[in-house]
């Protein structure tokens, strides 16, 4: 393959562009989460909310940053070609994102004045709705902490409709994170596992860039391991077949880097910790194996890349 400079610099604003729209759906995808997470039955939805793109614009750009190395590398499974310079180009992108952008934003997010608690609009007279096993049917809105309700029991062979107190904290609850329980029964919630993920990933990146240079190296393990998948793309001349070993592997490192803090790996990060008290200069390393298994990760990807363009190449030569 020749190489091609003006690739590798049309490379930035695609770059750019890539990092752009995802912000721009991510922040549209949130907006209308939290338009519906806020719905009461009985009221008119809500489509456009500033505070819900103030609060998106701190949830998105997060993931848009963790997930930017997988959304360049289908652009370049895309886009192949142009020799080493587009490798460069991506090089120098990726490092601009991970020491400059996500610094800077972490930076701007604790300066940044968070939006206060949302007004919620009282539940709503005349539904049924769930409560506490039973079915409750509100005379009034639901404006005060406690209020008249008809209550039907369906456990109760007698009594089963009669009138009881409805506690707005514990319909609260049972709601939560939607305002409203009816609004819960009919949408579908997102997996906690994947909000909890990406929660993770975020308090350990800012806990590493506050507690000094060594601690965010460590959390950049993370980073060079995604990012140095981009050379996994090179395996074959199939584009399915990449994008199926680029999610594959990415997948990995993200549930490995989620889960290493939790109970399943605790044999594992006692190898690291034990090692850490043997030799000095490790001891202000955050999680040694975890940075291990990243950048071993990593320099397989690379491998695995140039043994493949080696191939390539080869394969050419003899065509």
């Known amino acids: ?4 400079p003006k690739k590798a610099f049309l490379l930035i604003p695609a770059y750019i562009c890539i990092l752009l729209v995802c912000v721009v759906i991510g922040e549209l995808a949130y907006m209308v989460y939290y338009n519906t997470t806020a719905l009461i039955a009985g009221r008119q939805l809500q489509l456009f909310n500033t505070q819900a793109l103030a609060r998106g614009f701190f949830v998105v750009v997060p993931i848009v940053i963790f997930l930017s190395p997988v959304f360049f590398s289908f652009y370049r499974v895309r886009h192949s070609g142009g020799g080493f310079p ?7 992108l990726c490092a601009a994102t991970w020491c400059a952008l996500y610094p800077a934003f972490i930076i701007f997010k604790s300066r940044a004045h968070r939006a206060g608690s949302s007004y919620s609009e009282p539940l709503t007279a005349g539904y049924f709705r769930p409560y506490s096993g039973t079915i409750v ?3 009034r809105d639901l404006t005060a902490s406690q209020n008249d309700a008809v209550v039907f029991n369906k456990s109760a062979a007698e009594d089963a409709i009669t009138v009881g107190v409805v506690d ?6 049972e709601s939560a994170p939607f305002n409203d329980m009816l609004i819960r029964e009919t949408v ?3 997996p906690s596992w994947i909000v909890e993920s990406f929660a993770a990933l ?3 990146a800012e806990y590493a860039w ?3 240079r060594v601690h965010w ?4 393990s993370f980073a060079l391991a995604l990012c140095c998948t981009y050379a996994v793309t090179f395996c074959s001349d199939w584009r399915l077949v990449n994008i199926i070993y680029l999610l594959v592997v990415n997948a990995g490192i993200f549930s490995f880097n989620v889960l290493y803090y939790s109970s399943y790996f605790t044999a594992f990060r006692n190898i690291g910790l034990s090692l850490e008290a043997r030799v000095p200069f490790l001891s202000n390393v955050d999680g040694l194996s975890l940075v291990y298994v990243n950048i071993s990760v990593a320099l397989v990807c690379v491998a695995i890349g140039l043994l493949a363009m080696f191939a390539r190449s080869k394969r050419l030569k003899r065509g």
């Open 202 to 204: 975020e308090l350990r």
């Open 168 to 173: 707005k904290t514990n319909i609260e609850n």
């Open 137 to 139: 049917y509100l005379t």
């Open 210 to 212: 506050k507690s000094g």
């Open 86 to 92: 587009p490798v460069l180009a991506y090089i120098v």
């Open 188 to 190: 579908p919630l997102l």
């Open 217 to 220: 190296l460590c959390f950049l």
């Open 1 to 4: 393959m020749a190489a091609s």
